[in-house]
């Protein structure tokens, strides 16, 4: 189990992010599974109404094993949602948000995203067929 100043920094950053992906990616309808979806929390989906599966993490996270992490929401959705649900479709997207420490400005590289190539793929093919 986490620890409180854990909780606390994971409930910040998926708020921020929330309002990320609503006030400047444009994604309106965008709000965390935690108020949203038991089921998608349940998943490891972190925000939900977006044309992906995102999972947040924030701060040093000791041991983070990104596939392993990608690997347990990829499972749980195929174990919780319904075999036509829009999420087994969805790139699984893992946003990483570093720590910094103190008097130190915040990076571009501070924030990281990854995923599997097959869902970077995924990506890539929506955006040739806004073109």
């Given at each position: 189990?986490?620890?409180?100043?854990?909780t606390v920094k994971?409930?910040?950053c998926e708020r921020e992010y929330r309002l990320?992906?609503?006030d400047e990616l444009g994604f309106?309808?965008?709000?965390?599974?935690?108020?949203?979806?038991r089921i998608s929390d349940d998943a490891g989906i972190d925000l939900i109404n977006l044309p992906f599966n995102v999972q947040l993490k924030a701060g040093y996270?000791?041991?983070?094993?990104?596939?392993?992490?990608?690997?347990y929401t990829k499972?749980?959705?195929?174990?919780?949602?319904?075999p036509d649900a829009k999420e087994h479709h969805l790139p699984t997207l893992l946003i990483h948000?570093?720590?910094v420490g103190r008097g130190k400005r915040r990076q571009e590289t501070d924030d990281i995203v990854s995923m599997s190539f097959e869902d970077?793929?995924?990506?890539?093919?929506?955006?040739?067929?806004?073109d």
């Open positions: 189990m986490a620890k409180p100043s854990q994971g409930h910040n990320i992906f609503k309106s309808f965008c709000m965390t599974a935690r108020q949203g979806s996270k000791r041991g983070l094993n990104i596939k392993t992490t990608i690997d499972r749980k959705i195929e174990e919780l949602f319904p948000k570093m720590d970077f793929k995924k990506i890539i093919k929506r955006i040739s067929e806004w």
